[in-house]
């Protein structure tokens, strides 16, 4: 079992949707979970950061964790056509040395309808 | 600022050459990294440094080395390319203190034939 599962998706929505990701872990020392966004042909940009448990908001993204589930979610309201990228979570364990390395999802491709 | 810049773009090799791949950053960051992406694997770490003169193996270091002479250049070198290594990599950097939120560069496409 690899340690952070991330369904692949494709995933198509009609605008204005709101999309609901997620990816579940089986290392219950991880404390620092991110999303990523990776537009086509181009490197991945954060787009959440979360320490801990709990929900983050930032505009029409909100990022959600469960560490009792081993569960993290990010949700997308209204979405929209430039929403259309591949969503990568990532987490890792300690803030610093090599535990502190980011172990990534493989990515969820979704795509927007006009 | 020009962020975490990486070449070349692109780049098609023969079986058994060696190259090298540059990434450099203007942030005054610590920590960088190297991944490696496939289709279907998701990113995968080859290496990373915490610091000038530090590097260590990520998940997926064998046929590639590393030296961080600088804070701001971490260089790859793959020694005797193989198809295996037909890959899209990127560089990211981020700060020591502030955790591992990573900071991408655009990636270099490598085919080897």
């Known amino acids: 079992q690899k340690e952070v599962e991330q369904d692949p998706g494709p995933l198509s929505v009609p605008e204005g949707a709101i999309v609901s990701l997620n990816c579940t872990y089986s290392?219950?020392?991880?404390?620092?979970f991110m999303w990523y966004r990776q537009y086509s042909r181009k490197g991945p940009e954060l787009l959440m950061y979360?320490?801990?448990?709990g929900n983050k908001e930032d505009g029409r993204f909100t990022a959600q964790v469960d560490k009792s589930s081993k569960y993290i979610s990010l949700f997308i309201r209204d979405s929209q056509p430039s929403d259309s990228a591949t969503y990568l979570c990532?987490?890792?364990?300690?803030?610093?040395?090599?535990?502190?390395?980011?172990?990534f999802g493989k990515g969820t491709k979704l795509s927007v309808k006009p | 600022n020009a962020g975490v810049t990486q070449t070349p773009k692109f780049q098609v090799l023969k079986t058994g050459q060696s190259m090298t791949l540059q990434c450099a950053q203007d942030?005054?960051?610590?920590?960088m990294s190297w991944y490696r992406q496939d289709p279907g694997m998701g990113l995968r770490l080859i290496h990373y440094?915490?610091?000038?003169?530090?590097?260590d193996q990520g998940e997926v270091p064998n046929g590639y080395n590393v030296s961080r002479s600088t804070t701001e250049d971490f260089p790859l070198r793959l020694l005797s390319a193989a198809p295996s290594q037909t890959s899209v990599y990127f560089c990211?950097?981020?700060?020591?203190?502030?955790?591992?939120?990573?900071?991408f560069g655009p990636g270099t496409r490598l085919t080897v034939l």
């Open positions: 990211a950097s981020s700060y020591q203190a502030s955790g591992r939120m990573r900071f």
């Open positions: 290392n219950s020392a991880f404390q620092y």
């Open positions: 979360t320490y801990s448990s």
């Open positions: 990532a987490m890792s364990a300690h803030y610093g040395g090599s535990q502190g390395n980011l172990i």
């Open positions: 942030m005054n960051h610590e920590y």
């Open positions: 440094s915490v610091g000038a003169g530090i590097t």
